[in-house]
């Protein structure tokens, strides 16, 4: 597993505006930004957005990497950065690597199911085409407690 660095916070804070957005329309509060170290810019910012979407996809990561890409008017993301507050699925993960992302920074670790660190490790299988630098850990305990408290109301 990895550890955090300097730059995180900065756009980890946008990231986690996103994810309580998403809490308060009802989603998961998972959020997400891709940026362009090069310059600074936020390409795409977006929370969790299944429920309202009817969409099993619709992961703050898929949103951002979709957004990211139309701005960009490519299909590669190349250079740029993924900040997420929870570790990607396999499918997130998946689609990072496809995007050829250059790093994804995420908060809270996702033993259950997350495709990074935990369960598929995508970007270890001899059949991933590009693997990002990750950071996990960013922010940790400030992703779990926003995802624990979410979860805790609903039951």
Known sequence: MSASNDTAPDFMALAFREAESAAARGEV????????????????AAGNQTEAACDPTAHAEMLVIRAAAARVGAPRLAGCDLYVTLEPCAMCAAAASLARLRRVVYGAYDPKGG?????????????????????????????????????????
Request: with cysteine; charged share 20%.
């Open 115 to 155: 495709g990074v660190d935990h369960g598929a490790r995508v970007f270890a299988q001899a059949t991933c085409h590009h693997r990002p630098e990750v950071v996990g850990g960013v922010n940790a305990s400030r992703a779990e407690s926003l995802l624990k408290s979410f979860f805790a109301a609903r039951r």
């Open 29 to 44: 509060p998972v959020g997400a930004v891709i940026v362009d170290p090069a310059t600074g810019d936020v390409l795409a």
